[in-house]
């Protein structure tokens, strides 16, 4: 049970106080067989039944899950996205409220150093029942209240109006953070004037893993190239909102780790083939450990408590001291110095649920995100794809993979086999099942390229984010 140990009081506490006010958790433990009436150390803790959307959440009525079974103790409701099945709803109290304002301002104030400037905050997360966008307002609002000189918008999803925030309203502010999920925020930067672009630009991201070179084309466009720690990943969700962020400290690491193998196989893993999110997290209000298949369990206060819940994110837990003993081993103790003991860090390997089944294997988003991060593609592209398997008039199984063309980008023959040859080598380079199949069947396992003009074809501009893996028609 990899876990940091820091937080797991807390832990505790939540659990022992959910045994007797949740009467959704009282009822799970006796499902599984465990009558203990309360625990007392790491040893009870772990022995605790996890809880999963399946066996805990859609079991038991939504009132019964809340503390006192009071429905009426949520503040705030948001939906998941559905990507992995049927949205669930979930609610927030005062108690997380404050865990969201408090995770924006140690982005805010470390990261975007916003205590010390005037800062406009454009948020581009769509503004429905999905979290992004209503989280982020009011944490933004938390932060005005704390007394930073902040003031937010909320275009949502509406690039134009986004891009006209940023050219208007923007030159009024020392600094603007554009807050969206990635491929919304390249829309803004791409459909932006130059002028516009020179301001002192941030980017808050959350929703989808990101590439270095992402990150590198994005940090040229606002002009920026040396400053990696302008744009900042959050990995969140809607059961806990923010569980972790970027930090200036793991994105000097992950990038780092692009040209170092052996740091790179310390911190993500002998047998990674593509670079996790990297992000550090509070174990305090986020306990999180790992399970014997390494799916991530969080433990949270809430107006929905979760204790040990698996969220089915696989991935890796780390206290600072372990991070700073692989750092330094690696000979890289000039950023050994800047961590944080008492931090925890997580390294994010992705979900298996979120896949796409062709010849029988799995094939991830992340595998192919770096396709649309070639030089090649990159400025001809949104970033949305959807992968769908299909079938020829053969009946054999072809992999086709929608792709959505920039807005002043058309298709050419060019474009098709670029990107056809960066999805191959992608693959190949990531997926070790692919690279068999490919070695078998060859030209037969080439993906399809199937682009669509710019705001149609089978994506999700109005949703919280792309759903990277269903049909297309």
Same mark, same amino acid.
């Given at each position: ?21 949740? %009467? ?25 039944? %996890? ?11 939504t009132g019964e899950l809340m503390w006192y079974g009071d429905m009426s103790a949520a503040g705030t409701w948001s939906s998941t996205s559905g990507s992995s099945g049927s949205p669930t709803f979930f609610p927030r109290d005062t108690i997380a409220l404050g865990d969201c304002v408090s995770a924006y301002e140690r982005i805010f104030r ?14 581009? *997360? ?16 938390? /932060? ?24 208007? /309203? ?78 200036? /400290? ?54 929905? %408590? ?65 396709? *649309? ?21 053969? /009946? ?10 920039g807005e002043s980008s058309d298709y050419s023959d060019t474009l098709d086999q670029a990107l056809i040859a960066e999805c191959v080598a992608a693959l190949t380079r990531n997926n070790n099942e692919f690279r068999a199949l490919r070695s078998h069947y060859g030209e037969r396992t080439t993906p399809q390229i199937r682009f669509y003009t ?20």
């Amino acid at each position: 049970m990899p876990a940091v140990r820091a937080g797991l009081d807390r832990a505790i506490d939540i659990a022992n106080r959910a045994m007797r006010n949740v %009467p959704a958790y009282a009822a799970h433990l006796r499902v599984n067989g465990y009558l203990t009436a309360s625990i007392d150390g790491p040893g009870g803790f772990a022995g605790l039944p %996890p809880m999963t959307k399946t066996d805990y959440l859609r079991r038991y009525p939504t009132g019964e899950l809340m503390w006192y079974g009071d429905m009426s103790a949520a503040g705030t409701w948001s939906s998941t996205s559905g990507s992995s099945g049927s949205p669930t709803f979930f609610p927030r109290d005062t108690i997380a409220l404050g865990d969201c304002v408090s995770a924006y301002e140690r982005i805010f104030r470390d990261g975007f150093s916003a205590h010390t400037r005037s800062t406009l905050v454009v948020v581009c *997360f769509a503004m429905g029942t999905w979290i992004g966008g209503t989280y982020t307002y009011q944490g933004m609002v938390g /932060l005005r209240e704390r007394g930073y000189r902040l003031s937010v918008i909320t275009p949502g999803i509406d690039v134009d109006a986004a891009v006209r925030i940023l050219t208007e /309203l923007g030159p009024q502010y020392e600094q603007v953070v554009l807050a969206g999920y990635p491929a919304s925020i390249k829309d803004v930067l791409d459909r932006s004037g130059q002028d516009a672009l020179a301001q002192d630009i941030k980017i808050l991201l959350a929703g989808e893993a990101i590439t270095e070179s992402w990150r590198d084309h994005v940090l040229g466009r606002i002009g920026r190239s040396d400053q990696p720690e302008r744009v900042c990943l959050i990995y969140g969700t809607a059961e806990a909102g923010v569980m972790g962020h970027e930090t200036p /400290l793991t994105a000097q690491l992950r990038r780092r780790a692009t040209v170092d193998p052996v740091l790179n196989a310390q911190l993500f893993g002998e047998n990674a083939t593509r670079q996790p999110t990297f992000v550090e997290f509070d174990p305090q209000s986020r306990f999180t450990e790992t399970d014997d298949e390494g799916f991530l369990l969080f433990t949270i206060d809430s107006s929905l %408590p979760l204790i040990r819940y698996r969220i089915n994110d696989k991935g890796n837990v780390l206290s600072g001291l372990d991070l700073r003993r692989i750092v330094d081993a690696c000979g890289h103790e000039d950023l050994g110095e800047w961590i944080d003991p008492a931090a925890g860090f997580l390294v994010l390997a992705g979900r298996p649920d979120v896949a796409a089944s062709f010849y029988g294997l799995n094939i991830y988003p992340g595998d192919l995100h770096e396709a *649309f991060d070639a030089d090649e593609v990159v400025d001809h592209v949104t970033g949305r794809f959807v992968m769908d398997p299909a079938e020829d008039g053969d /009946l054999n199984q072809i992999l086709v993979i929608a792709v959505e063309l920039g807005e002043s980008s058309d298709y050419s023959d060019t474009l098709d086999q670029a990107l056809i040859a960066e999805c191959v080598a992608a693959l190949t380079r990531n997926n070790n099942e692919f690279r068999a199949l490919r070695s078998h069947y060859g030209e037969r396992t080439t993906p399809q390229i199937r682009f669509y003009t710019y705001g149609t074809g089978p994506f999700l501009p109005g949703g919280p984010k792309n759903d990277y893996a269903r049909p297309v028609g």
